[in-house]
């Protein structure tokens, strides 16, 4: 008789023991997680469109990759351009789209003379007027400005910054378009421009 409630007081031992474990590995915090995070992205497309005509040229930025596509422009073009977030096989722009109050996209063209206007519609305009930057035309000035250094695009997404402009900066031999205070990054990729 023994034998069976010392075996009855160990199966309810370890039951409730199971059960507190379990309990506490679900306990979460209050703060909101980041509905997009970094490493749920796997691909930073830009689809560039030569306004002159021409079929759209998609360019593949894949995430933590050691290599840099080369997007080809060619001086003097103008063209239509826009960037798609893939997790996997699942586009993840519309995640985006749906939380625009919380991202915004700064490209940065060190060595590039290229003038960028965002183009997004309302769907990703935010709450303070600034577009997110998921569609935008280049006028290519000049794609390469001095050949012994490399010209770049450098996108970033920031995730919940606590202000932003569309504003443009003088950087370097380039341009920054956007600005921003505050936030996490969500994604960076970088694109060589070539022509």
């Known amino acids: 008789m023994k034998n069976i409630f010392k075996n009855t007081t160990l199966i309810l031992g370890l039951l409730f023991l199971a059960i507190s474990l379990s309990l506490t590995s679900c306990n979460r915090s ?3 997680a980041d509905d997009l995070p970094q490493e749920e992205l796997s691909d930073v497309l830009l689809r560039v469109t030569d306004a002159a005509g021409g079929a759209p040229v998609v360019y593949d930025y894949q995430v933590n990759s050691t290599t840099n596509p080369n997007v080809k422009l060619i001086n003097g073009h103008t063209y239509n351009v826009e960037v798609i977030f893939k997790n996997g096989d699942e586009d993840a722009t519309q995640e ?6 919380e991202h915004f996209l700064v490209y940065n063209f060190p060595n590039s003379d290229i003038t960028l206007t965002r183009t997004d519609d309302a769907g990703s305009t935010r709450g303070d007027g600034n577009r997110v930057g998921l569609k935008t035309k280049w006028v290519v000035n000049t794609a390469v400005k001095n050949a ?23 950087s370097g031999n380039g341009v920054i378009y956007g600005t921003h205070t505050g936030g996490e990054t969500d994604a960076q990729a970088n694109y060589n421009i070539i022509n």
């Open 30 to 32: 209050d703060d909101e």
């Open 96 to 101: 985006i789209i749906e939380a625009k109050n």
């Open 148 to 170: 012994s250094a490399p010209s770049q695009l450098v996108l970033t997404l920031f995730h919940e910054p606590v202000t932003v402009s569309e504003a443009s900066a003088a």
